[in-house]
């Protein structure tokens, strides 16, 4: 079970932003009602941003851009995510982050929003001496430390009004076969692999807590957009 991360230090703006981690696994349908009403509400005015850590039951999610002719075997529920990007798995031993953040106090800047994802992922892989790497024009997160270019984490986020929905999945133990159902984001010549594939088992909490540690750089490399702004 995931416990919390340690919290950001008072004076940092992270403070501000609220953490929850779910005790549980948390249906598709649910937690895409909370991220579209939290998103909504953040947009309003009326509520903080949130950084929500959890796990799915087994599922396919479909982007907007998904090809029905990439799900070769819906055996698990397929669920329209309305993010961008093609067919993705969730499952157990993978952990989600879902993040809904307010760019109009980070900078209203899409792109440098989902690299600055990237690196934040990629520098909690590192925690673990895993060597994870984005490649341009190719989505996800990416490793060679088995041996083969193999993907272990995928990014997908959504802005409306500015305020980001989604976020990233890393696998940390998941069952790799259950990515035979669907061309995974659309790139099959690429296998998938997780921690636990790498021989470096992480457990939800610890790498929770290597998030909560990077956590103020990545909000670092948003403000530097925002203050540009101004």
């Known amino acids: ?85 093609r067919y993705t798995y969730h499952g157990p031993g993978q952990r989600i982050g879902y993040l809904m953040l307010d760019l109009t106090r980070h900078g209203r800047d899409v792109r440098r929003f989902v690299h600055a994802v990237e690196d934040w992922v990629i520098g909690a892989l590192r925690t673990f001496d895993i060597h994870a790497y984005a490649v341009p024009d190719r989505i996800g997160i990416w490793t060679a430390d088995g041996g083969t270019e193999a993907k272990i984490g995928a990014i997908g986020v959504r802005v409306r009004r500015w305020a980001t929905l989604h976020g990233f999945s890393v696998n940390l133990s998941p069952d790799l076969s259950h990515f035979g159902g669907i061309v995974p984001c659309g790139i099959a010549e690429f296998p998938v692999t997780s921690a636990a594939a790498l021989g470096k088992p992480i457990t939800p909490g610890a790498f929770d807590a290597a998030l909560a540690q990077g956590f103020a750089d990545f909000l670092d490399r948003l403000s530097t957009v925002a203050k540009n702004e101004a």
């Not at 992270?14 to 981690?21: D, H, M």
């Not at 005015?45 to 039951?57: D, F, K, N, R, T």
């Open 1 to 85: 079970m995931a416990t919390d991360p340690p919290s950001p230090p008072p004076q940092s703006p992270a403070a501000a932003i609220e953490w929850r981690v779910a005790p549980r696994p948390v249906e598709y349908p649910d937690a895409l009602a909370t991220m579209e009403a939290r998103a909504t509400a953040i947009a309003d005015g009326q509520a903080g941003e949130l950084i929500w850590l959890l796990e799915h039951p087994a599922l396919y999610t479909a982007g907007t851009s998904a090809d029905p002719a990439e799900l070769l075997d819906p055996r698990f529920p397929v669920h329209a995510a309305g993010r961008g990007g």
